[in-house]
């Protein structure tokens, strides 16, 4: 079993920045994409970043330019930096983990609990 843990969610202002963190664990051998996906009240979950295990990233439009995603400094961690934040930032941002090898034969994706950011206008 594989766990994804959070943190760094929480009340920030409009401008301001923020580092969300996520640290997976268990039952791992390999990670082919750690990221971070957000889902805003009656809105569908969108993508934020993606990071692979071969150093490429892919971020949503709604944030291009304003968040890097890079890898945390524990093995299986990932970090978001997100600045010039905006109201519409608001969300539960959730840590994805895809194409987890955690087995011999076996690959699943996993997702952590979320995480809230709001961002105060």
């Known amino acids: 079993q594989v766990q994804l843990v959070e943190s760094g969610g929480g009340l920030v202002q409009a401008g301001g920045s923020l580092r969300l963190s996520c640290a997976a664990s268990?039952?791992?051998?390999?990670?082919?994409?750690m990221g971070w996906y957000r889902q805003a009240p009656g809105k569908l979950r969108e993508l934020v970043a993606t990071l692979t295990s071969g150093a490429s990233t892919n971020y949503g439009d709604s944030v291009k330019g304003r968040c890097t995603i890079s890898r945390g400094n524990a093995k299986n961690t990932v970090d978001l930096h997100m600045n010039s934040l905006k109201p519409e930032d608001t969300a539960v941002y959730y840590c994805?983990?895809?194409?987890?090898?955690?087995?011999?034969?076996?690959?699943?994706?996993?997702w952590g609990q979320g995480t809230q950011v709001t961002v105060s206008s």
């Open positions: 994805n983990a895809e194409r987890v090898r955690d087995g011999v034969l076996s690959w699943n994706d996993y």
């Open positions: 268990g039952s791992i051998v390999s990670i082919d994409v």
